[in-house]
């Protein structure tokens, strides 16, 4: 890699910020007195210090401009970080970046105490070396000052990367190469006006840029089980929004199913006709249609580093034909080994519930197919299979789905994200 510190602006840069900014400022101004004023015509607020924004854009008093800055503040502390989103792709690099050694860090002219928040907040904190912005008092700092100090503390050799002339020229000022990125808010005229050393059009041509053939991260792999009736759609959709608003590329598949042919299998196996199937046969159409879809989908999303989400997988198999159907739990682990060829899911969320109570949930919801129509013994064993399985695994994240949905989707992304934590200090 040609650089080996990578400096990134934050808000049109990593994240898509303008709803928190246009809001806080339309806030501010309505709280100032002025009135007809719309979110969309403070766009032109985001990259430029605040101050500068309320005096030359509404023209107002040094005064004035700070007192706007501080309604600003005010809705922006409070709600305004939050109304925000990482650009499709980011955790990606940023993760490949850290696999080849890069040092990693946001330079801001966000005051300092909000980039950390928002870093935290949408999982950009565990790859980044360094958040560097204006610290309390000294909000006047300018880009280059910024770019110069983080330059200084990370060392190497660095290229700051951002959206707006403020961060081209405050990288050039201070000698530092800049990448200009189309994806935010400034234009290709004006980053290239102000010094602009690489244009990137999309987070992919900055990835290409910045890591030109070194070799990308891997993805992420996540699968998600529990008994039927737990909840786990419901929460699927919960955790792929939470995903994408953290920049994942997502690729959601479930089991039985995949690619077309892995769904021929899945409708084979669903269909309530086919009651003469026998248990052997069923086992080995789930692991043959298990060796598709990690052919098919999972590897090839996982090496383009996407984050893949899978809706059961091998453990589904150990509890349903393993337990369920007293295949035993070892005979069918071990006939999934060629399907799933060493492939291990980097977390499971376990969806915990027991199975009078997914049962009566379930009942009540759908008309039952084939399997759905089992006696309730057979999903007592599956449960017990998929506990001795599951519980007190390091990969296993145990979510109590008897809870209420609000509360189950709490726990579950606060669990995943603590994952994703430790996942991305392993890059
Ligand atoms: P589906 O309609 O997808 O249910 P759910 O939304 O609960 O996942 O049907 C999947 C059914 O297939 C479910 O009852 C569990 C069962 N199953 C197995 O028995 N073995 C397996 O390996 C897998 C993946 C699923």
């Given at each position: ?255 039985p ?8 299998i899945?409708?084979l196996l669903?269909?309530?006709?086919n009651r003469a199937m026998c248990d052997e046969c069923e086992a080995y159409l789930y692991a043959a249609g298990r060796a ?25 198999s150990v509890?349903y034909q393993g337990g369920g159907r007293r295949l035993g739990a070892e005979r069918i682990a071990a006939l999934n080994e060629m399907a ?30 084939r399997l759905?129509?089992e006696?309730?013994?057979f ?49």
């Amino acid at each position: 890699m040609r650089y080996t510190t990578i400096l990134f602006d934050l808000d049109g840069t990593l994240t898509r910020s303008e709803e928190g900014i246009t809001r806080s400022a339309l806030y501010a101004c309505e709280r100032m007195g002025l009135a007809g004023h719309t979110a969309q015509e403070f766009r032109r607020f985001i990259g430029p210090p605040l101050l500068d924004s309320f005096r030359t854009v509404l023209g107002m008093s040094e005064a004035e401009a700070a007192q706007a800055v501080a309604f600003y503040r005010e809705r922006f502390s409070a709600v305004g970080w939050k109304e925000n989103e990482v650009y499709a792709g980011i955790p990606a690099l940023l993760r490949s970046l850290k696999k080849n050694g890069a040092r990693i860090a946001i330079a801001t002219g966000k005051p300092v105490e909000f980039a950390r928040r928002i870093a935290e907040h949408f999982g950009l904190a565990p790859v980044l070396d360094a958040v560097i912005g204006p610290r309390p008092g000294d909000e006047r700092a300018d880009k280059s000052e910024i770019v110069a100090r983080a330059a200084r503390e990370l060392g190497g050799v660095p290229v700051m990367v951002g959206d707006r002339r403020f961060d081209i020229e405050g990288a050039r000022a201070c000698g530092v190469p800049a990448i200009g990125v189309l994806y935010g808010y400034g234009s290709e005229e004006e980053l290239l006006a102000a010094g602009a050393t690489q244009i990137a059009r999309s987070v992919g041509e900055l990835s290409d840029l910045l890591l030109g053939d070194a070799p990308r991260a891997r993805g992420v792999f996540l699968t998600m089980e529990g008994m039927d009736g737990c909840g786990k759609t419901t929460q699927r959709e919960a955790l792929v929004d939470h995903l994408r608003a953290r920049g994942w590329e997502v690729l959601v598949t479930r089991e039985p199913g995949g690619d077309e042919i892995a769904e021929k299998i899945r409708d084979l196996l669903l269909d309530p006709q086919n009651r003469a199937m026998c248990d052997e046969c069923e086992a080995y159409l789930y692991a043959a249609g298990r060796a598709q879809n990690v052919r098919a989908l999972i590897w090839p999303a996982l090496s383009r580093g996407e984050m893949v989400v899978c809706d059961r997988f091998v453990d589904s198999s150990v509890a349903y034909q393993g337990g369920g159907r007293r295949l035993g739990a070892e005979r069918i682990a071990a006939l999934n080994e060629m399907a799933v060829d060493g492939e291990t899911p980097d977390a499971t969320i376990y969806l915990r519930m027991e199975p009078q109570q997914a049962l009566s949930r379930r009942l009540s919801a759908s008309a039952p197919d084939r399997l759905e129509s089992e006696r309730a013994e057979f999903f007592e064993r599956a449960f017990r299979t998929y506990e001795s399985r599951l519980m007190g695994q390091a990969r296993t994240l145990v979510i109590d789905a008897a809870q209420p949905i609000e509360d189950v989707t709490r726990d579950m992304l606060a669990a995943l994200d603590a994952r994703l934590c430790e996942l991305a200090a392993r890059v």
